[in-house]
Every structure is written in structure tokens, then in C-alpha cells.
């Protein structure tokens, strides 16, 4: 089983930056996308970030330039540093790992921008 333990969400001012974390356990294939994703009330849960064990990246525009997704295969660790942040970036961030065979989720950790 795998398990995926995220840390690092909280309140911050616009502006502001936080970074995520989130560590994954268990029966875990090296080749693998881990990545981002969040869901603001009401709306869909959207691609924030992914990287590949081979260290390629893709992000969605809305945080282009302001966010920067990296990893650590060692650790199967994988971080979102969010600088710039806007009220718009309020939402659940939820870390996900795709092996291809399987996909799994964290339990999601809350970010509010808000002054």
C-alpha cells in the first residue's frame, strides 16, 4: 500500500509564500509523475504542478513564473514552493502520484491567501 503525507499549507498574505511537501511510503515504482493538484469550493480540482522521476515539469499557467515544483527521489518526496501567492490560489492541495498501473492521492492540505 501507498501512502501519501502532505505538510505545509496554511494562511498567508497576498503576496506572501508558503512551501508544500509531501512525502510518499510504501510499494513506490522509481518511474513516476508525482505532482499538484487543488480544488477551490465549487470548482473542479485542477492541475497545479507535476515532475517526473526524471526531473521534467509542467505547470499550468495560472502559476507559471510564481510556483516551482521540485523532488527528491531518495526521500520519494516531492515540493511545491508557491511565491507571488494571490487570493485565487485559496484552495485544497492535494499531492498526487501516478505509477501509471496505479494513482494515489493525499488527504489534501488547506491554503488560504487572504489578508
Known amino acids: 500500500q501507498v501512502q501519501l503525507v502532505e505538510s505545509g499549507g496554511g494562511l498567508v498574505q497576498p503576496g506572501g509564500s508558503l512551501r508544500l511537501s509531501c512525502a510518499a511510503s510504501?510499494?513506490?515504482?522509481?518511474?513516476?509523475?508525482m505532482g499538484w493538484y487543488r480544488q477551490a469550493p465549487g470548482k473542479q480540482r485542477e492541475l497545479v504542478a507535476v515532475?517526473?522521476?526524471?526531473?521534467?515539469?509542467n505547470y499550468a499557467d495560472p502559476v507559471k513564473g510564481r510556483f516551482t515544483i521540485s523532488r527528491d527521489n531518495a526521500k520519494n518526496t516531492v515540493y511545491l514552493q508557491m511565491n507571488s501567492l494571490k487570493p485565487e490560489d485559496t484552495a485544497v492541495y492535494y499531492c498526487?502520484?501516478?505509477?501509471?498501473?496505479?494513482?494515489?492521492w493525499g488527504q489534501g492540505t488547506q491554503v488560504t491567501v487572504s489578508s
Open positions: 498526487n502520484l501516478n505509477m501509471g498501473y496505479a494513482t494515489y
Open positions: 510504501g510499494s513506490i515504482f522509481s518511474i513516476n509523475v
Open positions: 515532475i517526473s522521476s526524471g526531473g521534467s515539469t
